[in-house]
């Protein structure tokens, strides 16, 4: 079945609720979901596609309700057909956190993330997957799959080879002594809407685990999409730290811990994250997302020289040339 057949149906469908109610293309994800802004009077609402035979839309409905009673704010569900894949949202703009952040507007709004991001932690985990050994390792193997062989041709010999998986034990070992709390996955200034009240409006939520408390911070605060000078990234970090112990998500630890924690989850998400936008790329076309390997190769560069886990990774990355093949960005300090 054809895109425009799919939104023929979807517009029949919407319009057994709303008889006057016409579609606009409100946006993609990296996914095969689809979302439109529907008009209808004075009102707007969002309707989901999601392909069932490519998108179970069943996560997406289980985490929305674990999240509204944990008082995050994320869309309403307004109407479904699990049979078709259709959803119809409450509208939370258009407007990305992406689009308004930059040195004024900065300490406001990653206060707001920061203290959205304390409900999320808090939401019932009950029966959700595990973000466990198994899954960070098979993330992290995206990295020499889809960057190393498919992106940039290299094929790494055996001793390449133990240096990389000596890696991924290392951050896997590290990540699983940290407390386990619900984790958004992919909580980052394009998943954050601006809205006037109860700041930030949450989404692309589905693919919620039960995993490292420090995944989502990194997530947000070392985004593949913007970055900060590192005195006020472990200034946020930390100040999270504070908020996060007086919520009773976690003892109370040293700055220079809990910054090891951080940075270590940091290279693990970075390391998957190149991985994915090759893939996306190579499997899916969709080229834009190579305009983000450099900030991204350069977290994996500069946070992977700090510490022993990672500095053979960082060696074997260097004389393979990977920055200069790349590009790095240069991160302030």
Known sequence: MSKDKRL????????????????????????????????????????????????????????????LKAGVHAPEIIKQSLDKGFLVLSDLGSTPYLDKLNETTADDLYADALQALIKIQ???????????????????????????????????????????????????????????????????????????KNNPAIIDYQDAVLGAITYDLVSILRDCYIAWPLHKV??????????????????????????KWFDLMGLQRHIKVLGIFARL??????ENYLNDLPLTLSYVMDVGKKYPETHALITLFEQLDIPSKIGTVELAS
């Open 281 to 286: 790329y190579h499997r899916d076309g969709k």
């Open 122 to 196: 808090q939401a019932n985990t009950d029966g959700l997957p595990v973000y466990d050994a198994a899954l960070l390792q098979q993330e992290m193997q995206l990295m020499p799959d889809w960057f190393l062989a498919t992106h940039l041709g290299i094929e790494v010999d055996n001793d390449q080879q133990k240096t990389i998986q000596q890696t991924f034990d290392d951050l896997t070992t590290a990540i699983l002594e940290q407390p386990q709390v619900f984790v958004h996955r992919d909580y980052h200034s394009r998943n954050l809407m601006l809205v006037p």
């Open 234 to 259: 472990e200034q946020w970090a930390l100040s999270y730290r504070d908020q996060a112990v007086k919520a009773g998500l976690m003892q109370a630890i040293d700055d220079a811990t809990f910054i």
């Open 8 to 67: 023929e149906e979807l517009s029949q469908w919407i319009n057994e609720t709303w008889a006057d109610a016409t579609l606009s293309v409100a946006s993609a994800d990296a996914s095969f979901r689809r979302y439109f802004r529907i008009h209808n009077h004075n009102e707007t609402m969002i309707a989901m596609d999601a392909p069932p035979e490519k998108e179970d839309s069943t996560p997406f409905i289980d985490i929305t309700q674990r999240l």
